[in-house]
């Protein structure tokens, strides 16, 4: 070994504790080379990119290997090293060509080869990984890592039977392979085999015993199954012995987190105190965080956002905590920090691979250019794929139409059948059920206990199937055993539905409505709820077939809009003195073009301030981040409102003169709100289904004239409107009434609607 290779085990041995204090040394080392133009040894170039490596800092990983590749070009350890390094750099095709020279240089090498496979898979290139790993196998039987690699090829080509017994022979040729053991026990649990992956688990623990990640994976596997209190019930065991266990404190939080958010965070917030440097634990608990409810949200939130700043400072965090800053980020406004997350493409892409749904809902605001609405419907498309190969790994018999049946029965399946929006739209169809014709058999997932709404639909329906903690795959079961002639689910990816049952299609018919602005992205729902105005001009906007409402998509029942919401007759501007913009959407439909936008209007109308009726109004960073965005447009933080509110909002209309929606992902609920309260709103119409929402429901009140299509004609109606106190006054004092001679405000219509457009649809499935 030469000098400097001596002096790297030396250096490596002093400060092996303190792999950040070794690269800073490499690097006065190199430094000092450069400056003295000695020649640098290949070594001080491969050490320097494993430091960097190992500490995340892949970008100058990279840029080592660059370095050391142009004095050594035919170097199997810089090019192997490259492939991995761009791999993690999200440069796969790249990363393949780097590895392809380094197998080149060394044909007997597996390691390349290896690499690539994984590559291979990342991709989804499951026939070609197996391919590669089956050349491996064939020239080494007895290496039970080329084994173990093969089978999670069969795994991702949805082949169970082969992906065991690769597994089994890499645990026969080495029976305390860890790898082995959780990739066998991983692929029964997204086989949904439960019971089988949780003695798989007990027998890797006899081989095992103690082994953290087995025991990590015990837990994984109970939670999948839905056992969640004997998950929880051994984790107190644990924290009983070791209460300065992190791991234990975290894995309790992520197991009771979803039932009892105020314990999770205390179990989180324990985590973190005992490794604050774990930007994992910081990111799990800043979106628990930004989920609480109870206490005062306002300091949750501003909590969550300093818990995903530190996890951010720690070092670079994966694709799917990148999510949850993302969605943080964009709540508290700040777009700087979500610029530098990555583009909007790789993002969504990167989401989709992950199978996260609900982090597309987020991104659809984020939409800017005509190619980023058919992007997006990639994105969904390709989640939809990857749902679709799970489920076809245990696929159900497929269901056919009951012809021979009096009634039609219609499934409907959303865990937001309770007081929620989902139910405020829905309820019209339970009121206006024609039970001459129509059985209907609702389901839900909801982990709340039942309320009000909950029971009074019980009484109204033929059956409630009601789980806390069921699976996917047995959830599609229990409605497939029901024989459902169609399937709406209402809720999409919020929280608690389970729209990836639609891909094990439990129905013949399958359908979505209400809970989702866009195509869910499974090709096993074959319809779309739509109406003439939010039905997108070009077609190739949906992946569904349109199911066309007559008139409109919606109606507003008296679940969410009854007469106890008092509406002030004087409008704003006459009891104050000036006209009060306002918004109640949510901030993740924020973006800076819409706050540049908004104030716009403000500026453009003398002495007019902006109102955010919002919980975020309470969070200090949120306010700091309206603030500035309003005062690059000359308005200044006296002109700004803060309502910091959660649940009753809909008084804080009365201080409202003219609602401003957001764009390109319009209000639904909050426009209905608002007319409701007698408050117009501005709205601007895009192409696709998430930029029409506001233009249906306004549309179908009689208030077209207030939906725009470029932003200058958005500005310039909202400061037209300020100005004509006449007509706001009227719109005051009888929008609630006239609604009910329009589309939107006539349930009844809506609901004989519904039923005539599913007889028909099931007629011509017959």
């Not at 980023?372 to 190969?389: F, N, P, T, V």
């Not at 939010?534 to 008139?551: G, Q, R, S, T, Y």
């Amino acid at each position: 070994m030469g000098k400097m290779g001596m002096k790297n085990l030396a250096l490596g041995h002093e400060l092996r504790e303190s792999p950040e204090e070794s690269l800073h040394l490499l690097r006065q080392e190199l430094a000092k080379k450069r400056e003295t133009h000695q020649p640098i040894p290949i070594e001080l170039y491969i050490e320097l990119a494993r430091l960097s490596f190992n500490t995340g800092l892949l970008t100058d990983a990279y840029t080592y290997l660059q370095d050391g590749l142009k004095s050594q070009p035919r170097h199997f350890d810089l090019w192997n090293m490259l492939g991995v390094t761009l791999r993690r750099l999200n440069r796969p095709n790249e990363a393949l060509q780097a590895l392809d020279n380094a197998a080149k240089i060394n044909p007997k090498s597996a390691s390349p080869l290896i690499n690539k496979a994984n590559i291979l898979l990342d991709q989804k290139r499951s026939v070609e990984a197996a391919e590669l790993m089956g050349q491996l196998v064939r020239l080494n039987p007895k290496n039970h890592e080329f084994q173990r690699l093969l089978g999670n090829s069969y795994v991702q080509m949805g082949d169970l039977q082969k992906a065991v017994a690769r597994f089994e022979t890499a645990l026969r040729l080495k029976p305390d392979d860890l790898a082995s053991w959780i990739d066998r026990i991983k692929a029964a649990t997204d086989f949904e085999h439960h019971d089988e992956a949780i003695e798989l688990v007990e027998k890797a623990l006899e081989k095992l015993p103690n082994n953290h990640r087995l025991i990590e994976a015990r837990i994984m596997v109970l939670r999948r199954a839905g056992r969640f209190k004997k998950a929880e019930d051994l984790l107190l065991a644990r924290i009983a012995e070791a209460p300065d266990d992190a791991w234990a404190h975290f894995q309790c939080a992520e197991t009771v987190g979803r039932f009892d958010r105020e314990t999770g965070n205390k179990h989180y917030k324990r985590a973190v105190e005992i490794e604050p440097d774990n930007a994992i634990y910081w990111m799990n608990y800043a979106n628990s965080l930004d989920r609480s409810r109870y206490g005062n949200e306002a300091e949750h939130i501003q909590a969550g956002y300093e818990a995903v700043t530190k996890a951010l400072s720690i070092g670079p965090i994966p694709s799917r905590f990148v999510r949850m800053a993302h969605n943080i980020l964009v709540r508290i406004g700040r777009f700087d920090l979500v610029e530098k997350l990555g583009t909007f493409k790789e993002l969504g892409r990167t989401w989709a691979n992950e199978s996260l749904h609900d982090a597309l809902h987020y991104h659809l605001a984020r939409v800017e250019t005509p190619e980023d609405r058919y992007e997006i419907l990639e994105q969904h498309r390709i989640w939809g794929r990857i749902e679709q190969a799970k489920a076809d790994m245990n696929p159900l018999p497929r269901p056919a139409i009951m012809e021979k049946r009096a009634k039609i029965r219609l499934g409907i399946m959303s865990s937001d059948l309770r007081n929620h929006p989902v139910a405020y739209f829905a309820m019209p169809l339970f009121e206006f059920l024609d039970h001459n014709r129509f059985e209907v058999y609702c389901y839900s997932w909801c982990r709340n206990e039942p309320d009000q709404v909950h029971k009074y639909l019980e009484t109204r329906v033929n059956a409630f199937r009601w789980h806390k903690a069921i699976s996917d795959r047995d959830a599609a079961e229990l409605i497939a055993k029901d024989r459902v002639d169609i399937l709406f689910e209402l809720g999409s990816s919020t929280d608690m539905n389970k729209l990836e049952v639609m891909a094990y299609r439990p129905a013949p018919i399958q359908a979505s409505w209400l809970g989702y602005p866009h195509s869910a992205g499974l090709e096993s729902i074959d319809y779309i709820l739509v109406d003439p105005f939010i039905n997108p001009p070009d077609p190739a906007l949906l992946i569904e077939k349109p199911f066309i409402m007559p008139h409109s998509w919606v109606a507003m029942g008296n679940l969410g809009f009854n007469e106890q919401e008092q509406i002030n007759p004087i409008i704003p501007s006459q009891r104050n003195g000036f006209v009060t913009y306002g918004t109640a959407n949510n901030p993740y439909k924020y973006s800076p073009t819409v706050l540049t936008t908004w104030a716009k209007v403000v500026a453009a109308t003398p002495h007019s301030k902006f109102m955010f009726v919002r919980p975020e109004s309470g969070v200090p960073s949120f306010k700091e981040s309206m603030i500035a965005a309003f005062a690059r447009q000359g308005v200044s933080e006296d002109r700004l409102i803060f309502a910091a509110v959660r649940g009753r909002h809909m008084r804080w209309y009365n201080e409202m003169d003219i609602s401003l929606d957001t764009f390109p992902q319009t209000g639904g609920t909050t426009t209905c709100e608002s007319m409701f309260m007698g408050v117009p709103v501005i709205s601007l119409v895009g192409p696709a289904f998430f930029e029409r929402l506001s233009y249906s429901n306004l549309s179908n009140a009689g208030l077209g004239d207030l939906c725009c299509f470029t932003i200058d004609d958005y500005i310039r109606r909202a400061v037209q409107l300020a100005g004509d106190s006449e007509r706001r006054k009227l719109l005051r004092n009888g929008l609630r009434f006239d609604i009910r001679d329009r589309p939107l405000g006539q349930p009844h219509v809506f609901a004989r609607d519904f039923y005539n457009m599913v007889e028909k649809t099931i007629a011509a499935h017959a």
